[in-house]
């Protein structure tokens, strides 16, 4: 039977409901595909979208500002908090930021079944939930899918796992990133005590990296280790530089490398080559031999080695215990390796390590009691620090985090600022679960913004030179209606705020109309269409030549023609047209479509392993 025929059977049969037959036909369209496949679980907090736009208010009394705003240049960077569920949060700021974000880093629940730890439709997901892993992919792909959408082309995505979901959270990202753009699963050491577990202590957990493009993004570089770099050079032109001189030249190699193996002289004038079977001439002109598959060989090809200034470069030392052979096949008695120099290798940089012991939990729990902060399950600043590190980016970035936590993104962000003078700007999501947002995230913020003295009279590290501005999600209906229009027009003063990153109001005789200006750019929005001649007038008088002018309209025209004695000075957009255009390919549909079903729950048996009838 076609698929064709088995549809109109199904068409065709009594006693179903709607939502049921489409169900049916759903699953015969079907097709199976390699790759994570569940079942789509319905989210009270999507359902909310399918009737409303999401907006940000800002709560004035608290927000911490400490320098900005002034026309004259004097401005520290803006964090933004975002106390709300961050799929709200994470629509909103498509319209504020998309395609803007450099570096996203997360640390979602870890979906391991105890309690607290993942929470679905206001609702603790254990290990008895048949659909545990169902619901915890349906809530994580509508995040990252967003997330996509906010990132820049050469974006970096970074997300903390454990291992109950590391095999399919991989497979995900592989879904709405591509597995072209992955970058890594980097293993972390959680902590190093611990017995708890039947058959292993749990200690690691990951951090997978993904890219929007990867063909755009430039490789990533870590810091060197100066600790290595023990000994001094005491003449040449190098002379007074550190150095170090216990990388070994010979490399042990699975396939055949026929321009890394050939003989070099040593001190005493004998020859020596790297462990193998193959032998060639004994000259000083490099003469190669065609290695044996698994023939140890040089780290630098012939070429190389005769290149200006490069021999100067190999340090000889006597051992008893050298792996090399000599030109008759014996054990060498020199063995032979690099010399590299700290300026050089700081230049250009370490790969970094799949695998970091450094960052244990631990760390990160220790320094927030100091702020006197109850929270048991930070991560340590310097993780996200070296995460962000690595990717080489600017020091005047946007970063997200949209499971803020107690806002640990925040901390490494504004540590990194201070360390290097940089304007990165830190966004953090949270909703307020057991009142973390109140009691944790916010707390944390203001004592590492403010000067804090703990209950022992300890003055904590604090980083005065930044804002923080603080914002809850409202709605609007999302029907096209002109009293929903002006609704949102009013409301999204504080979103065009985020996406100019101007917050500093001026004064302003143009009754509807609000205009904020910094040294950057100077924004005007129009809350009807009868003040543009006023505004024009007052354009022009305006010494500033990067105007963003907002203006409501009905539809999509932002009034070009109204404002062409002035349009050398603006940018027009139309409000709230450009919010609806935003929004319109992240919103899920009016109308919920019925999942196809492609996991089949867990069927609950009695004490004597029959399965129960469930209906």
């Keep these: 039977m076609n698929k064709t025929d088995l549809i109109q059977k199904v068409k065709s049969l009594e006693g179903l409901s709607q939502d049921e037959r489409a169900y049916l036909i759903n699953l015969v369209?079907?097709?199976?595909?390699?790759?994570?496949?569940?079942?789509?679980?319905?989210?009270?907090?999507?359902?909310?979208?399918?009737?409303?736009?999401?907006v940000l208010k800002e709560i004035k009394d608290k927000a911490?500002?400490?320098?900005?705003?002034?026309?004259?240049?004097?401005?520290?960077?803006?964090?933004?908090?975002?106390?709300?569920?961050?799929?709200?949060?994470?629509?909103?700021?498509?319209?504020?930021?998309?395609?803007?974000?450099?570096?996203?880093?997360?640390?979602?629940?870890?979906n391991t079944g105890s309690k607290e730890d993942f929470i679905y439709n206001d609702h603790y997901v254990d290990k008895e939930d048949a659909f545990r892993h169902s619901k915890w992919l349906s809530f994580m792909q509508r995040r990252l899918k967003l997330a996509k959408v906010l990132l820049k082309e050469d974006g970096v995505i970074f997300c903390s796992i454990g291992d109950d979901e590391i095999s399919q959270l991989i497979l995900l990202f592989n879904?709405?990133?591509?597995?072209?753009?992955?970058?890594?699963?980097?293993?972390?050491?959680?902590?190093?005590?611990g017995d708890k577990g039947s058959y292993f202590a749990p200690s690691k957990d990951?951090?997978?990296?993904?890219?929007?493009?990867?063909?755009?993004?430039?490789?990533?570089?870590?810091?060197?280790?100066?600790?290595?770099?023990?000994?001094?050079?005491?003449?040449g032109p190098k002379k007074g530089e550190k150095y170090?001189?216990?990388?070994?030249?010979?490399?042990?190699?699975?396939?055949?490398?026929?321009?890394?193996?050939?003989?070099?002289?040593?001190?005493?004038?004998?020859?020596?080559?790297?462990?193998?079977?193959?032998?060639?001439?004994?000259?000083?002109?490099?003469?190669?031999?065609?290695?044996?598959?698994?023939?140890?060989?040089?780290?630098?090809?012939?070429?190389?080695?005769?290149?200006?200034?490069k021999r100067e470069l190999l340090v000889f030392k006597q051992t008893k215990k050298s792996p090399l052979l000599d030109e008759n096949g014996n054990r060498a008695k020199w063995n032979i390796y690099?010399?590299?120099?700290?300026?050089?290798?700081?230049?250009?940089?370490?790969?970094?390590r799949d695998y970091l012991d450094q960052f244990i939990n631990r760390k990160g729990a220790d320094l927030i009691k100091q702020y006197d902060i109850d929270f048991s399950y930070s991560k340590p600043y310097e993780l996200i620090q070296h995460l962000i590190s690595i990717t080489n980016k600017n020091s005047d970035i946007r970063v997200l985090d949209f499971f803020a936590g107690s806002g640990t993104a925040l901390h490494s962000v504004m540590k990194m600022n201070e360390s290097d003078k940089g304007s990165r700007q830190c966004i953090i999501v949270t909703n307020n679960e057991n009142n973390i947002c109140e009691e944790v995230t916010y707390p944390r913020c203001e004592r590492l913004i403010n000067k804090y003295?703990?209950?022992?009279?300890?003055?904590?590290?604090?980083?005065?030179?930044?804002?923080?501005?603080?914002?809850?999600?409202?709605?609007?209906s999302r029907e096209p209606s002109l009293k929903n229009k002006r609704e949102l027009t009013q409301l999204a003063t504080e979103l065009l705020c985020i996406k100019e990153d101007c917050y500093t109001e001026q004064n302003i005789h143009i009754k509807q109309a609000r205009l904020f200006a910094n040294s950057k750019v100077t924004l005007l929005i129009l809350f009807d269409d009868y003040l543009i001649p006023q505004a024009v007038e007052f354009i022009q008088c305006l010494e500033a030549t990067d105007i963003k002018v907002y203006v409501f309209s009905m539809g999509s025209d932002p009034y070009t023609e109204d404002f062409a004695e002035v349009l050398d000075k603006v940018t027009l957009c139309a409000l709230p047209d450009a919010i609806y255009k935003a929004y319109q390919n992240v919103l899920p549909k009016k109308n919920r479509t019925i999942p196809i079903v492609e996991e089949e729950p867990e069927i609950p048996t009695n004490e004597n392993g029959d399965q129960q009838n469930l209906l």
């Design 29 to 54: 369209n079907t097709k199976k595909k390699y790759g994570l496949v569940w079942e789509d679980k319905p989210e009270e907090v999507e359902e909310q979208l399918r009737e409303n736009l999401p």
């Design 64 to 110: 911490i500002i400490n320098g900005g705003g002034s026309l004259s240049g004097a401005e520290v960077p803006n964090h933004i908090l975002i106390e709300g569920d961050n799929l709200h949060a994470l629509t909103a700021l498509t319209f504020t930021h998309e395609g803007k974000i450099d570096v996203i880093y997360i640390d979602p629940p870890y």
């Design 175 to 193: 879904e709405v990133f591509t597995e072209l753009n992955k970058l890594g699963v980097i293993a972390r050491v959680a902590k190093t005590a």
């Design 206 to 235: 990951y951090v997978i990296a993904f890219t929007k493009n990867k063909t755009i993004l430039p490789d990533f570089k870590d810091g060197v280790d100066e600790s290595l770099f023990k000994k001094i050079e005491t003449e």
């Design 244 to 309: 170090r001189d216990d990388v070994a030249f010979y490399q042990s190699s699975l396939d055949t490398r026929p321009n890394q193996r050939y003989f070099i002289k040593c001190p005493d004038n004998s020859y020596v080559i790297p462990p193998g079977e193959s032998m060639p001439e004994v000259n000083e002109d490099g003469a190669k031999a065609i290695p044996i598959k698994g023939d140890g060989v040089w780290r630098w090809a012939n070429e190389t080695f005769f290149e200006k200034g």
């Design 338 to 352: 690099t010399k590299s120099y700290l300026s050089d290798r700081s230049e250009k940089g370490a790969s970094p």
């Design 453 to 476: 003295v703990n209950k022992k009279g300890q003055e904590m590290p604090c980083f005065p030179n930044n804002n923080l501005r603080y914002y809850k999600c409202e709605f609007v």
